[in-house]
């Protein structure tokens, strides 16, 4: 990543706040790849996609930013000369996708809450590698689903 890069990163990062209270996660865990924006379509779905390049063992972009919880549909690639997976969460439910070398496939999730959602490629150490990313989606919890601690503040 070059400083350029890393500069626009570490920008984004705080205008989405989320280099604040959750600096940890998202700022030293997934250290690589780049940080985008989900793009809404006219029916409310969302779209991203996720290509692993050659030889770089990180997802690109490493973290994908949803503006709201829903349903959004991930096309994945697979430029490397290894065979590499993709294992996404969608509300309770896992989706698996086989990515043989220079391959792509398609994941269609639903995440309706604000959070953090990790993916990776558990497939041989790729995890452990760089394989691992998060989807951010933004907005407040509901009352009825706030975990039993004090009002975060708020900008």
Known sequence: MTASTAHERAELLHKLGLDTQNKGPIGRVIATGNIEQAKEREDGTMQARLRINPDEL??????????????????IFNDDLNTHCALFPSNGDRKFIWLVNHS????????????????????????????????????DVPPEARLDRPDQPRP
């Open 58 to 75: 990180c997802w690109d972009p490493s973290v994908i930013v949803m503006p709201h919880g829903g349903d959004i549909e991930i096309e």
């Open 104 to 139: 792509r496939g398609r994941a269609r999730l639903n995440l309706d809450g604000p959070g953090y959602y990790w993916f990776s490629s558990p497939t041989g150490n790729d995890e452990g590698r760089g394989l691992t990313g998060a989807i951010v989606v933004l907005g």
